[in-house]
């Protein structure tokens, strides 16, 4: 059973880095058959694509927060993760990590999702 | 890019079938086959219900059925059940190669 789960600060402050960690169990991202992405729900709204990471490093982010995104990927340790600089308080949501079956959406597993707050 | 539109809401009582739109232009919807449609319960992850227009994922419940016209998909759920209570998100490939969403639906079973 493939599983995601986040782990990360859920308080950051402002104008800091937020980063966050997704491991990944019963699945190997070297596989190289999906792509591993990141997505926000912010307060009360709706969902927002972040970017994703395929296992050998290339990635695709969102153009509106791309100035601001690196998804990195460590095979070794079966792990990717995200880092958002210059945070606000608007980039307080729900992030999750999941799995795109093919670059073009249809993510089939999804972690649990971790809370992150910017507040000084 | 603009999030897709879905209705804000919509409702229906038991056995019943509803449809949820999701409307976007010819750069996303309208020019690719690739949207997919979320089930989401509060406080849960999403739920991948249709991919690829109108596939359903191993599991899920032939009652969830999707497709497109144009630049707008539907999902449609027939026998509508108390569980299907949720919000219901739609998501589209875009030309320039990033993923949309819509802003979601809230689905009340009366």
């Known amino acids: 059973q493939v599983q995601l789960q986040e782990s990360g600060p859920g308080l950051v402050k402002p104008s800091q880095t937020l980063s966050l960690t997704c491991t990944v169990s019963?699945?190997?991202?070297?596989?190289?058959?999906?792509?591993w992405t990141w997505i926000r729900q912010l307060p009360g709204k709706g969902l927002e694509w972040i970017g994703y990471?395929?296992?050998?490093?290339?990635?695709y982010y969102n153009p509106s927060l791309k100035s601001r995104v690196t998804i990195l990927v460590d095979t070794s340790k079966n792990q990717f993760s995200l880092n958002l600089s210059s945070v606000t308080a608007a980039d307080t949501a729900v992030y999750f990590c999941?799995?795109?079956?093919?670059?073009?959406?249809?993510?089939?597993?999804w972690g649990q999702g971790t809370l992150v707050t910017v507040s000084s | 890019q603009s999030a897709l539109t879905q209705p804000a809401s919509v409702s229906g009582s038991p056995g019943q079938s509803i449809t949820i739109s999701c409307t976007g232009t010819?750069?996303?919807?309208?020019?690719?086959?690739?949207v997919s449609w979320y089930q989401q319960h509060p406080g849960k992850a999403p739920k991948l219900m249709i991919y690829?227009?109108?596939k359903r994922p191993s599991g899920v419940s032939n009652r969830f059925s999707g497709s497109k016209s144009g630049n707008t998909a539907s999902l449609t759920i027939s026998g509508l059940q108390p569980e299907d209570e949720a919000d219901y998100y739609c998501?589209?490939?875009?030309?320039?190669?990033?993923?949309?969403f819509g802003g979601g639906t809230e689905l009340t079973v009366l």
């Open positions: 999941a799995r795109d079956r093919d670059g073009y959406g249809g993510f089939d597993y």
């Open positions: 019963g699945d190997s991202i070297s596989s190289g058959t999906y792509y």
């Open positions: 990471i395929y296992y050998n490093g290339r990635t």
């Open positions: 010819s750069s996303d919807i309208g020019g690719h086959n690739y």
């Open positions: 690829d227009v109108s």
């Open positions: 998501s589209s490939y875009t030309s320039n190669g990033a993923l949309v």
